[in-house]
């Protein structure tokens, strides 16, 4: 059974390695893009994560939306789409609600994705799941145009828990002959 001392070791191990292989470092300074590192550290962080990979389109046209920012608040981070409307994979640490440990644990964490792009109406995304270890693709963000809304009111979803969990929930509670 390896130690943590040497899971460590082999994890650096494997980093270096990569980081070299790929031309990355070069006497202290990387040379990837901060896409590239978010990427790496996404790759081979051991801290309890999850990551996203947001794609932003126009609600109408379905067309991607470049240079839209996504700010993730809780991180105090923000990315720019590409071309394709693509933020590229961001991990994200796990940030349990723990305001339900004592009725029903949730096993991951939750985020708020906030989405602005000059012409659109501010987008905001509260309680997104992110799950230890998984790369969840998505989620895909539609922005509508100012004149959609008029006076930049925010568009406001909020992602539900999973279902089973909240059968669980339910089931705990239910009244007897309910």
């Known amino acids: 059974m390896k130690t943590i001392y040497q899971k460590t070791i082999f994890l650096f191990s494997a980093v270096l390695a990569v980081a070299l292989a790929a031309g990355a470092v070069y006497f202290g300074k990387s040379t990837l893009s901060a896409q590239q590192s978010e990427e790496v550290r996404a790759v081979f962080s051991t801290a309890h994560s999850g990551s996203i990979s947001p794609i932003v389109l ?20 923000t990315y720019q789409t590409d071309e394709n409307g ?65 006076l930049e009111t925010p568009f406001s979803i909020i992602e539900n828990p999973e279902d089973a969990w909240a059968a669980e929930l339910i089931k705990k509670y239910r009244p007897e002959g309910q």
């Open 86 to 150: 693509a933020a590229g994979t961001i991990s994200i640490p796990i940030l349990r609600d723990t305001r339900y440990d004592e009725i029903l644990p949730k096993d991951w964490g939750e985020i708020t994705l906030l989405v602005y792009k000059e012409g659109y109406a501010p987008y905001a995304l509260f309680y997104l799941r992110i799950k230890e270890k998984e790369a969840r693709i998505g989620p895909t963000i539609y922005l509508y145009t100012s004149q959609s809304f008029g």
């Open 58 to 77: 126009d609600a109408k046209t379905q067309a991607p939306i470049s240079g839209a920012t996504i700010c993730i608040p809780e991180l105090g981070k």
